[in-house]
């Protein structure tokens, strides 16, 4: 197994324990901080983001075919550039979600833009990455 995928598959887990702690204390009694209380499109985001397509581009990155023996997976940078983009941007969601619910006059919003750009960013370069091996059959290049 590659090492972009093992990160991109232990990244996975690790939110995915994180989104369902954070599910367990959502589910408390509604007098939490309320820094807590907005941490709803958080979780949202550690599920789907953090475990759901990060489980799946390391799946993807490891087990889709080869395209040359060369370079079997293609550009190994693309994927490392790829990975630290979509961990970036969702840290900065969730940092920047409860902040501008809470907070709003702190003109924190520029965090979520920040956000959604790193993991768009990330996204494209993965399908970049991920498109060549998409192919009909391998011809032994």
Do not use: C
């Amino acid at each position: 197994m590659p090492p972009l995928t093992r990160w991109y598959i232990k990244s996975a887990l690790a939110y995915l324990m994180a989104a369902l702690l954070l599910a367990v204390v959502l589910a408390l009694p509604s007098d939490l901080p309320t820094f807590i209380r907005f941490m709803n499109p958080a979780y949202f985001h550690l599920f789907l983001v953090g475990w759901v397509t990060q489980m799946i581009f390391g799946v993807i990155y490891w087990m889709f075919p080869i395209i040359t023996r060369a370079r079997p997976r293609g550009n190994e940078r693309v994927g490392w550039i790829s990975y630290i983009l979509l961990n970036v941007g969702l840290l900065l969601r969730l940092i920047g979600e409860p902040l501008v619910s809470t907070r709003p006059e702190t003109g924190a919003g520029w965090l979520l833009a920040i956000s959604a750009l790193l993991q768009w960013l990330a996204a494209v370069l993965f399908v970049i990455l991920a498109w060549p091996r998409v192919k009909e059959k391998y011809r032994g290049e």
